[in-house]
Nanobody, 126 residues
Framework: VQLVESGGGSVQPGGSLRLSCAASGRSFSVVTIGWFRQVTGKEPDFVAAVSWPGGSTYYADSVKGRFTISGDKAKSTVYPQMNSLKPDDTAVYYC????????????????????WGQGTLVTVSS
């Protein structure tokens, strides 16, 4: 499975960005796609995830109410919409796919994700 992120860039605090993660070689019929972010010197942190079938979504407390994750199964693409961005949101954002649908209690565990994209940098600064 190949995952390709796009949509990163620089934005001022309070601004918005929409990332995308396109997957090739993988059906979205039974899968969990997660987003993680990493700052230099730290481990990747869970941001959000979406699971199919059903389209259940999951969010880290730090982004709840500001980020919305959605997906287009036909295009095998997932879109995190990030609003009200803060300087603390600055990081490299990675999408990742589980080998199958990940159980709810484990969606925040990066070890459950098998395939990872190359990352896209988001910088929030005035």
């Amino acid at each position: 499975v190949q995952l390709v992120e796009s949509g990163g860039g620089s934005v001022q605090p309070g601004g918005s960005l929409r990332l995308s993660c396109a997957a090739s070689g993988r059906s979205f019929s039974v899968v969990t796609i997660g987003w993680f972010r990493q700052v230099t010197g730290k481990e990747p942190d869970f941001v959000a995830a979406v699971s199919w079938p059903g389209g259940s979504t999951y969010y880290a407390d730090s982004v709840k109410g500001r980020f919305t994750i959605s997906g287009d199964k036909a295009k095998s693409t997932v879109y995190p919409q990030m609003n009200s961005l803060k300087p603390d949101d600055t990081a490299v954002y990675y999408c990742a796919a589980g080998s199958q649908r990940i159980i709810t209690s484990q969606v925040r565990n990066k070890a459950q994700y098998r395939d990872w994209g190359q990352g896209t940098l988001v910088t929030v600064s005035s």
